[in-house]
């Protein structure tokens, strides 16, 4: 059974059909990523299976281990073990990061962690992240540098242990050093129960971080599936030559 299986996924947002019959599908123990140029969809994909109620399913089906999560609510989809992060991340002041991450840990398991081992716990993963232990006690992002969101979105995986980890552009705006940590930390979560989909732009993160499968996405439809050889191409490239043959199959890529 695939980990998280898109059947003809026709997605409008404001009435305006951005997504166009998307199908693929991925299993667990891999890693998955989405290239692309801007506009072409990626980031909707991202947040209509996080299930955003202004991006609006017209068609199609979304399965989480067989489990159909179409209409379900953002909730129960990381319930059912989805999680996002953002290309924006958000800033919640008043609102602690280790109170935060606590109560979403707690929201989604029977066995409720105790504030001392969960602080134990908070504090391995940022150690491991390269966090201070002092960005336990400030508020959500508030304040924070782009590398700084970037890397609590890691964090945040890190803690909650998803089954599907969509990580959108979660690349951008990163030096060199906090690229490398990133890209750590997505390479430790991944396991054979988990799976990770990764939204970049660019193939920088691919060389720390190697996907499984790559899919180019193009006017909000999959113009090419192949291995991580792609992302090579898509380098010397650019996606000219992507668009050029998009109607026919890569000589040497995968379907």
């Known amino acids: 059974m695939a980990l998280l299986q898109v059947e003809n996924l026709n997605v409008t947002v404001d009435g305006k059909r951005i997504l166009n019959g998307i199908s693929f599908r991925m299993n667990k123990g891999e890693i998955c990523a989405f290239m692309g140029p801007n506009g072409s969809g990626k980031s909707t994909l991202a947040y209509a299976l996080m299930g955003h109620p202004r991006y609006k399913v017209e068609s199609g089906r979304i399965l989480l281990e067989g489990t159909d999560l179409t209409q379900s609510s953002p909730t129960d989809r990381a319930k059912a073990g989805l999680f996002l992060s953002f290309q924006y991340p958000a800033e919640i002041p008043g609102v602690s990061t280790e109170g935060f991450l606590r109560a979403a840990y707690n929201s989604t398991r029977d066995n409720k962690a105790g504030?001392?081992?969960?602080?134990?716990?908070?504090?391995?993963?940022?150690?491991?992240?390269?966090?201070?232990?002092?960005?336990?006690?400030?508020?959500?992002?508030?304040?924070?540098?782009?590398?700084?969101?970037?890397?609590?979105?890691?964090?945040?995986?890190?803690?909650?242990?998803?089954?599907?980890?969509?990580?959108?552009?979660?690349?951008?705006?990163?030096?060199?050093?906090?690229?490398?940590?990133?890209?750590?930390?997505?390479?430790?979560?991944?396991?054979?129960?988990?799976?990770?989909?990764l939204i970049t732009h660019y193939q920088r993160i691919l060389q720390y971080v190697k996907p499984h499968t790559v899919h180019v996405m193009m006017n909000g439809s999959i113009a090419a599936t192949g291995g991580s050889e792609l992302t090579s191409e898509i380098e010397k490239q650019g996606y000219d030559w992507i668009r050029a043959e998009r109607h026919g199959k890569l000589p040497g890529k995968g379907s």
């Open 115 to 197: 504030v001392m081992e969960f602080h134990k716990m908070l504090l391995e993963s940022m150690n491991e992240l390269k966090i201070s232990p002092q960005f336990a006690a400030r508020h959500i992002n508030e304040g924070f540098s782009g590398g700084e969101k970037k890397k609590m979105e890691i964090l945040q995986m890190s803690i909650l242990n998803p089954k599907l980890a969509v990580l959108d552009e979660t690349d951008s705006g990163l030096d060199v050093d906090s690229l490398r940590t990133v890209a750590n930390g997505i390479n430790k979560f991944i396991n054979p129960d988990a799976g990770v989909l």
